[in-house]
């Protein structure tokens, strides 16, 4: 168990639809990362908030937003979902903006219908 | 976009052989990493391998990096059927805008039989 939690598991809903993935990180760590899995693309990078801050994008749509809140929880919201969207959305953790180790939650998959 | 390319794809071993997984890179990092991905589940990183550093070890795993070559291989000694899981090399690249970003590569699927 990383210390990482990420609600919800499992996520099945609609093109077109809108979801807020939950995140929240190891306790004291200040840097949260999301970054999405699929088969053709691989583990990609979306974005990183440090301490309330948003520090770097990677290719995040413009469909996709998150924020990090002052009790350092995220959320990634997408909307307009497409086919395309379904994947595996994970959150990771460090406790500061370093890229030394992460600690990944346990994912959460969406599935668009 | 990834910058790291696993060979091979997939190994299939038996339990108590080594495995050997490569990770080449295209640009110059300041340290590269190993995860390890059970079936749909989050990474857990495994070792961390500084750009200055040849070799290191840490219990049955052993990572070297060769920079001259942009590679970087993960042993796995006497691996055991829990060991079954996919495995991706990470590199550090250091931004101009301070942004340490990590770059995850392709992975390489990993079956040991009992």
């Known amino acids: 168990d990383s210390g990482v939690t990420q609600t919800p598991k499992h996520l099945i809903t609609a093109t077109g639809q809108r979801v807020t993935l939950r995140c929240s990180p190891r306790?004291?760590?200040?840097?949260v990362y999301w970054y999405q899995q699929s088969l053709d693309q691989g583990l990609q990078f979306l974005i990183q908030?440090?301490?309330?801050?948003?520090?770097a994008k990677g290719n995040i749509l413009e469909r996709f937003s998150a924020q990090q809140f002052p009790d350092l929880h995220s959320e990634l919201n997408l909307s307009s979902l497409e086919l395309g969207d379904s994947a595996l959305y994970f959150c990771?953790?460090?406790?500061?903006?370093?890229?030394?180790?992460?600690?990944f939650g346990p994912g959460t998959r969406l599935t668009v219908l | 976009s990834q910058q790291g390319e696993e060979d091979p794809q997939a190994l299939s071993i038996q339990e108590g052989e080594n495995a050997t997984m490569n990770c080449s890179y295209k640009?110059?990092?300041?340290?590269l990493q190993w995860y390890r991905q059970n079936s749909g589940r989050g990474l857990v990183h495994l070792i961390l391998?500084?750009?200055?550093?040849r070799e290191k070890h840490s219990g049955r795993l052993r990572v070297t990096l060769d920079t001259s070559k942009k590679s970087s291989s993960l042993l796995i000694t006497a691996s055991r059927a829990a060991d079954t899981a996919s495995y991706f090399c990470?590199?550090?690249?250091?931004?101009?805008?301070?942004?340490?970003?990590?770059?995850f590569g392709t992975g390489t699927r990993l079956l040991v039989s009992p």
């Open positions: 990771a953790s460090s406790p500061g903006q370093g890229a030394d180790e992460q600690f």
């Open positions: 306790s004291g760590d200040l840097s």
């Open positions: 908030y440090y301490n309330g801050e948003e520090r």
């Open positions: 640009t110059s990092i300041n340290n």
């Open positions: 391998i500084r750009s200055n550093e």
């Open positions: 990470a590199t550090r690249r250091d931004e101009n805008t301070g942004f340490q970003k990590l770059v």
